[in-house]
């Protein structure tokens, strides 16, 4: 288009510093970003990867009549990530369960049907509890309100955390339908992943009173990311063994990468395999 034939409308918006300063933190306020940032990421894994952004997994659609709409995939060795991209300005807070396992739940698929296989893990902290989205810096400073008083808390009904967790289990679901995801033996891992620090809180049940309000805790520790185990039922055709428990695991995106060095270098069917980073360090997502 010559600069005779272009239309104003076509022409470049000149807005000051201030004002675009403005609008870059409302754009940023969406989770558009957060997904172009996690697909540039997997972008640059080797091998020979499925990779797939905003997926409508059309089998599932067609034989329930609903619509289901997954952030990314990415399926190598075996392995399916399903991973949900949620943006928030609150720090996620997830408390110590006090009764359940140290356990990662998987979900794994053989040709006779579904089941979740459960390993012990030294690498994670596992939670039970529900999680809190609270208003606090990187550091785990508590933000208070405008009038100096209580910190700002994520109204329940709008709890983004449990309904990430239902939204990337139920697009487990929906991916298990699509052919491209079903191997021999195919394991299928929800993943949240999110630009909220978070943080594992630690008490014991001695420092709850008798009007059960918590006294003190132990700890608040910045962690890189967690799993959430989570009770649901899928419902999978020919699941043999469908326990309720299923690990969902919620990564900060600082440590994507290393989740995904992680995963993909284990053996998920007896979870053993490297366990290097740099040549001598462990992974610890602690």
Known sequence: MTEETKKPEDENVNISKEDKALLINTINKKGFFLE??????????QGFPILKKNFI???YNKQFNERAEIDLVFAQDHKNLIIEC??????WIFPKSLVGSNNINFMVEYEDGMSVMSF???????CYSEPMALMMDDNGKPIPDNKGG????????EDPIQRAVLQVLHQTKAWRWEPESLKAISFFVPVILTNAPLFYFD????????NSNLK????????????YNYSEFLDWPNAKDEREIKSVFIINIHHFSEFL????????????????????????FL
Do not use: C
């Open 36 to 45: 172009e940032k996690a697909y540039g990421i997997l972008e640059q894994r």
């Open 57 to 59: 997994p059309r089998n």
């Open 86 to 91: 949620k943006k928030t300005d609150y720090s």
């Open 120 to 126: 012990d893990t030294k690498e994670w902290r596992v």
């Open 150 to 157: 209580f910190v700002k808390t994520q109204p329940r009904q």
């Open 203 to 210: 008490y014991d049940a001695g420092q709850i009173d008798k």
């Open 216 to 227: 003190n805790f132990i700890s608040l520790k910045k962690v890189k990311g967690i799993i």
């Open 261 to 284: 060095d992680w995963i993909f270098l284990h053996n998920l069917a007896s979870f053993n395999g490297s366990m290097k980073i740099s040549g001598s360090e462990n992974y610890n």
